[in-house]
């Protein structure tokens, strides 16, 4: 059982390029959502989906887009990166509200 | 809007010295408060969930509780491998974003043996 797989793990990116940070889970949860940690800051919520179809904006979405086409898969992309956008990322999904979210291992991002 | 303080920020332990972290809340109706582990360069692992005060929960030298203004989680003997950063977030009740979590900015614990 992988759990929450996040690619990739580490990402240089220079100032105005685009990526795409994956994600996907394998325990057909409904709930799933992005989060960005920095230091001092704790974590912060980026984007969500509480089901295929349906996404929203979480704490922090500036620059950042989402779709969820799939129940299993939820990437987040970065339009333009800037180097306030350098983070950690974490990708997270639960099985309905209420419950505990099961974390992917991350991807640190640096943009230069 | 809802608010998370863990204290201390970081917190030094010899082995079996037996301690507790603190998490204090504002929240507008607590659906949940949520107890994570996290390891460098790992993603927070779940320990517990607590949904009401005067819950607790316990696993291993590990124990929850919870009042109406804060959690905490005492650490009973731990052990070098206890060492990590622990993680505190709430859900609330009004809440409509998902399982959104509100974190506070956690609480780095270091046991030398």
């Known amino acids: 059982n992988a759990g929450v797989t996040q690619t990739p793990k580490f990402q240089v990116l220079k100032t105005g390029q685009s990526m795409t940070l994956q994600c996907a889970q394998d325990?057909?949860?409904?709930?799933m959502s992005w989060y960005r940690q920095d230091p001092g800051m704790g974590l912060r919520l980026i984007h969500y989906?509480?089901?295929?179809?349906?996404?929203d904006q979480g704490e922090v979405p500036n620059g950042y887009n989402v779709s969820r086409s799939t129940t299993e898969d939820f990437p987040l992309r970065l339009l333009s990166a800037a180097p306030s956008q350098t983070s950690v990322y974490f990708c997270?999904?639960?099985?309905?509200?209420?419950?505990?979210?099961?974390f992917g291992q991350g991807t640190r991002l640096t943009v230069v | 809007e809802d608010q998370v303080t863990q204290s201390p920020e970081a917190l030094r332990l010899q082995e079996g010295e037996s301690s507790s972290l603190n998490c204090s809340y504002t929240?507008?109706?607590?659906?949940?408060l949520f107890w994570y582990r996290q390891d460098p360069g790992k993603g927070p692992e779940f320990l517990f969930t607590?949904?009401?005060a005067g819950e607790e929960k316990e696993k291993e030298r590990l124990k929850a509780t919870l009042t109406k203004k804060e959690s905490f989680l005492h650490i009973t003997a731990p052990k070098p491998e206890d060492s990590a950063t622990y993680l505190c977030?709430?859900?609330?009740?009004?809440?409509?974003?998902?399982?959104?979590?509100?974190f506070g900015g956690g609480t780095r614990l270091m046991v030398k043996p």
């Open positions: 325990m057909n949860h409904e709930y």
């Open positions: 929240v507008s109706g607590l659906r949940g």
């Open positions: 977030a709430v859900q609330a009740m009004t809440n409509n974003a998902g399982n959104m979590l509100t």
């Open positions: 989906s509480v089901g295929a179809g349906i996404t």
């Open positions: 997270a999904s639960s099985y309905v509200t209420n419950t505990e979210a099961f």
């Open positions: 607590l949904y009401s």
